[in-house]
């Protein structure tokens, strides 16, 4: 018992740590009476903890399992039974965002009342439910997407390593180190098309109501098209690698 | 009455890389790439009724397994026809599904940090399992396995043959019409082996569960299964009654004989086969009708301490099976 009670103290230090090391960075280079990038300090000091926040929702996911399984060949034990596979793993992703959403709430509570920030907060009724309806589709976004990095388990037994590389290279393209916005114009009209954007950066715009009405609806018909297009493929692929499963024996 | 399951002309090969060694072997491979097949299962046939216990024997790699997959949907047969509980397995529908369980002996189930009664009651929903029926049959598995006071213990906590049992019991609390075991009793000391045949026996005559069982161990097939198909390089060499096969195949007995002194083996082998395990311990096998005559000579013409007339072993004589048809 002592270790998991250390292993999940020890986990939830590290978030923490991140988080004060995100905000402390970025309070040192905010100036305080001016704006930078078009962000005042208060804007810029919600989006970031924001992206933490987003992170234990969106991102926290089992879904890397999933390659796990089909490596040690586990995954036969699902296949046996009447059970929606990928539906079980989309059940074990809601309990576990539960739980890091749960611990975060605490975490980001105790975090206020010992430094509190100058923060923004969003009133509009109607904007924090297109809100909470865009941190839902990323949540989709996000399983999908990493149930078809999962996937490559069909192909190979290195799959740690793919995975890790292409969060870090998506980090970007989310939006978890900066706000998009502050990018080149075209480039960031051609991020805006790639289902990437829609899993942190968009959610905290519309949070902070810098984005139009028709602007939040183009948005969430992009990353639903998405959503769509990706699952598809993901039906595919898994179909395809399930008879490769099956080949090698396993 | 139509068959649980038929089989008809199955086939199952794998496509395998062949690659040549060193370091030219595998630049040629990366251009030119050679498969062959690997014939897992070559055309075999059967029917199986409701309510047999089958045995399945065969060496490693002689398709058991292959074809315990084909049957439970987890493969796709490359040719040949296949319908178990009148659904082809491999299109995988949930009503099929419902119907059987696979336990094998090397890959669990249970949830590893947590007690066995949570991968249960997790079945129990899983199998849409009403609660009456989930306590009732859990009663009488945990009573027939006697396990009633690990239920609420960490599976990691414990032992290989009580891990076991609860595979067993989460693989049936939905009481499958059809049951295939691979390898049920693999790394279990013989008391435990012991106690899971009679259960496996129990389930097949109280339940009147179909159960399709292979096995290293020939004691647990010889045990319970009245009909045994041995396959080898993915082929039946035999289906029938494991009576059938012993008088088919067992027509030698073993006289074992210990002497006071050495005798040349030469001297032996006009009677049969003989093996020496020390130059005074001696086994000869004998054509069965010749038994009590060379058993007489032995005794009259050589220094003999001891005698003895054995049946050959069922494990030998599956050999014989091997060899013949090999």
């Known amino acids: ?250 | 009455m139509s068959p649980i399951i038929s089989v008809r002309d199955l086939k199952k090969y794998y496509q395998i890389h062949e690659k040549e060694p060193g370091i030219s072997g595998t630049i040629k491979s990366l251009f030119n790439r050679k498969y062959s097949d690997a014939k897992a299962v070559d055309g075999i046939s059967f029917e199986i009724e409701e309510g047999e216990l089958i045995g399945f024997i065969g060496p490693n790699g002689a398709g058991k397994t292959t074809t315990l997959k084909v049957l439970s949907g987890l493969l796709h047969p490359t040719s040949g026809d296949v319908e178990v509980l009148g659904h082809k397995p491999w299109i995988r529908r949930n009503e099929f599904l419902k119907q059987f369980a696979l336990i094998m002996g090397q890959k669990n189930q249970l949830w590893w940090d947590l007690p066995a009664i949570e991968t249960f009651l997790l079945n129990k929903e899983v199998y849409d399992v009403s609660d009456l029926d989930f306590d009732k049959r859990l009663k009488e598995l945990s009573r027939l396995l006697d396990v009633d006071d690990f239920l609420t213990v960490q599976v990691k906590k414990l032992s290989l043959g009580q891990r076991m049992k609860m595979e067993l019991i989460a693989g049936l609390i939905h009481e499958p019409k059809l049951l295939f075991l691979d390898e049920p009793t693999i790394g279990l000391d013989v008391v435990m082996q012991k106690k899971m045949r009679d259960f496996i026996r129990e389930i097949n005559e109280l339940k009147k569960t179909t159960v399709i069982l292979t096995s290293h161990y020939m004691q647990d097939v010889k045990e319970l299964a009245k009909r045994v198909i041995v396959i080898d390089h993915g082929k039946i060499l035999f289906d029938g009654s494991l009576s059938t096969i012993i008088k088919k195949f067992a027509n030698t007995k073993v006289i074992t004989v210990v002497l006071e002194k050495p005798v040349p083996k030469a001297d032996f082998s006009e009677f049969g086969i003989v093996k020496e395990s020390d130059p005074l311990n001696l086994s000869i096998s004998v054509k069965r009708e010749k038994v009590a005559q060379v058993a007489e000579v032995l005794l009259k013409k050589y220094p003999v301490e001891d005698l003895n007339i054995e049946e050959v072993g069922i494990e030998d004589i599956i050999r014989e099976v091997f060899e013949a048809k090999s």
């Open chain 1, 1 to 250: 018992m002592t270790t998991y009670r250390l292993s999940f103290v020890m986990w939830r230090i590290r978030v923490f740590l991140q988080l004060l090391t995100v905000y402390f960075i970025w309070a040192s280079v905010m100036p305080t009476d001016s704006t930078l990038f078009g962000y005042s300090r208060e804007l810029m000091l919600t989006y970031v903890l924001g992206t933490q926040l987003i992170n234990s929702i969106v991102f926290s996911s089992r879904t890397q399992e999933i390659a796990e399984n089909i490596n040690s060949g586990d995954l036969s034990i699902f296949l046996l039974k009447p059970l929606g596979y990928f539906k079980y793993w989309f059940a074990r992703d809601l309990s576990d965002k539960t739980m890091n959403l749960a611990f975060s709430v605490v975490e980001l509570v105790i975090f206020f009342l010992i430094l509190s920030p100058p923060l923004f907060v969003q009133t509009n009724m109607m904007l924090l439910s297109l809100f909470v309806f865009s941190i839902f589709l990323a949540v989709l976004l996000n399983f999908v997407i990493g149930c078809l990095m999962s996937m490559i388990g069909f192909w190979s037994s290195e799959v740690w390593a793919p995975r890790f590389v292409f969060y870090v290279i998506i980090s970007f393209f989310t939006g978890g180190l900066f706000p998009l916005d502050i990018l080149p114009k075209p480039l960031f009209n051609f991020l805006e098309l790639l289902p990437f954007t829609y899993l942190q950066f968009f959610p905290l715009k519309v949070y902070l109501g810098q984005v139009g009405v028709a602007d939040i609806f183009k948005g969430l018909t992009i990353s639903g098209i998405w959503i769509g297009i990706l699952y598809t493929g993901l039906y595919v692929v898994w179909n395809k690698g399930l008879t490769k499963f099956s080949a090698a024996g396993r």
